[in-house]
């Protein structure tokens, strides 16, 4: 396929483009001078839609006999097709589903396995607590979904009688976190419910296959997709034709060079066929040729609300990954945190690193992190580490050092919508600290307790930055600049590696 495209990028270039409509024609609610509402959006074209019923047929026949040859061997698979208790089929699908979101396949399948021999029931998972929850969703990402798969288990159990709802309606409507999708997802494949599913798998594999080109994240276009979807599903194999268009959105028909020769499918797919016939017209030209201007143009109709727009023209270079067109995203928007890695030596001599719990609601809800705080944006190296002292003095009650905090370095980690960087410090305690009880709930915790934490990659991260600044000043390597025992800069007289005593610790800082 990028020989094909690459041919036809060079042989033929599109000669003109669809007008833009005129300023306002296409906005929800304009109206007309007279004061009258303006005309429903006609329908789209026939290009951008399966109306041939033998087509249609052919497409499932094709499509199901593929996904039976080559689906991948997934958990969840082989628990939905072996579980003949309807509730406890819809709760394996479920669970998968959830996790399945804005998460790739290899990093589910250990969490589930996981959780599934943990909850194998709604009841299980309903008697869990959220700290049990989080520390086993730890790393997965998302953690919002962790807590609110629990909420929507426990709303089945005291309220509907340990029974999942029956349709894609009613799962939608009546448990939390489940939105179109899921709910669809988890009705045809447990229950056989003849509804499609519309995910960013399935999205890929419609554009493509009808040429849609629009915005494929707007409201209008995300509502023709459904239609669609709804239109093409198996009405004997709802569930199985359902995880074949997104099986094959996620192996065959990929977001970069997608392996268009091994398609089920390609004898439907229109964006394919306009390359074809570019690469075509292409050949013939390079052989001086004559051959009549191939029909490479939009559907014809102005204002087509499906097509690309005019002010991004299909570009041959790129063939069928000229679909589907996203909207810019947002850029994310940049926080600075420091963080501080207390620790001290336990009661059998083991460190110890002192967490607190993140607020039940917002970014990492009832997670555990090191003690943090927020940085203004462009603060000097100097305030942001006082800023931090006085935090950590609102948790001990007593005055601490800013000069004895020891900067780490910085770690990034970036979330959806966060660039996220904190600055390390780190503290060596030596002796027992008093935590104030009004402050958030805190404990210390051995390394091996850390990581079995509900604590989110991103700390961890942070302790491993720690780990390896700790690692490199208690054994220098080989043209180290700083020797054994030398005073680190701002740390008076305590020596790298060394533990700072209690008095230490919560000495005032003094005038210069």
């Known amino acids: 396929m990028s020989q094909l495209r690459a041919a036809a990028g060079r042989g033929l270039r599109r000669s003109g483009g669809r007008a833009a409509p005129p300023a306002g024609q296409s906005r929800k609610g304009a109206s007309s001078r007279g004061g009258a509402p303006a005309p429903a959006p006609a329908p789209p074209p026939a290009q951008h839609l399966f109306s041939d019923p033998a087509e249609i047929e052919a497409l499932r026949g094709n499509l199901l006999a593929w996904y039976d040859k080559c689906k991948r061997d997934l958990p969840w698979r082989t628990l939905a097709a072996a579980e003949t208790d309807a509730n406890r089929r819809a709760y394996a699908v479920w669970v998968s589903e959830i996790m399945l979101q ?28 959220l700290e049990e929850v989080n520390e086993l969703w730890a790393g997965l990402g998302y953690y919002s979904r962790g807590k609110r798969l629990q909420e929507a288990a426990r709303k089945v159990v005291s309220q509907l009688a340990g029974r999942m709802p029956r349709t894609a309606e009613d799962l939608q409507k009546l448990l939390p976190g489940v939105g179109r999708y899921t709910a669809g997802a988890i009705a045809s494949i447990s229950y056989g419910q003849a509804t499609g599913v519309v995910d960013g798998n399935v999205i890929r594999v419609l554009c493509r296959l009808r040429c849609i080109g629009a915005d494929s994240s707007s409201p209008a276009v995300i509502d023709r997709l459904w239609d669609m979807a709804n239109a093409l599903v198996d009405r004997s194999r709802p569930g199985d034709f359902n995880q074949a268009l997104m099986e094959l959105g996620a192996t065959v ?38 051959a009549p201007v191939p029909d490479v143009e939009d ?33 994310p928007r940049a926080v600075r945190t420091a963080t501080c890695v207390l620790e001290r030596r336990g009661c059998h001599g083991a460190l110890e690193y002192l967490i607190v719990q993140r607020p039940s609601s917002g970014l990492l809800a009832g997670l555990w992190e090191f003690p943090s705080l927020t940085l203004a944006q462009d603060l000097q190296e100097e305030k942001q580490r006082k800023a931090l002292a006085d935090h950590l003095q609102a948790w001990t009650g007593r005055p601490v050092a800013a000069r004895n905090l020891r900067l780490i370095g ?13 600055v390390v410090y780190s503290l060596p305690l030596d002796g027992d600290m008093t935590l104030d009880p009004a402050l958030s709930p805190s404990r210390w915790v051995t390394e091996e307790e850390f990581h079995a934490s509900a604590v ?13 600044q700790r690692g490199k000043e208690s054994s220098p390597g080989k043209g180290s600049k700083r020797k054994r025992g030398a005073k680190t800069e701002g740390a008076g007289s305590t020596c790298p590696g060394t533990q700072l005593s209690l008095r230490a610790f919560l000495q005032a800082p003094t005038a210069p």
């Open 102 to 129: 804005q998460t790739q396949v290899a990093t589910v399948i250990d969490y589930y396995n996981r959780w599934m021999q943990k909850w194998p029931t709604l009841q299980a998972l309903a008697q869990a607590s």
């Open 253 to 290: 028909c990929v977001p970069k060079a997608p392996l268009c020769g091994e398609c089920p499918v390609k004898q439907h797919c229109r964006a394919r066929s306009r390359v074809e016939k570019e690469l075509a017209f292409a050949s013939q030209k390079l052989f001086g040729k004559p």
């Open 299 to 331: 559907c014809g109709v102005g204002g087509c609300p499906l097509c690309p727009p005019a002010t991004e023209p299909w570009d041959s270079s790129l063939g069928v990954t000229n679909f589907p067109r996203k909207a810019a995203k947002k850029q």
């Open 410 to 422: 910085e770690v990034v980690h970036i979330f959806s919508h966060i660039h996220q960087t904190y």
């Open 456 to 468: 989110s990659t991103a700390m961890k991260k942070v302790l491993k930055a720690h780990e390896k």
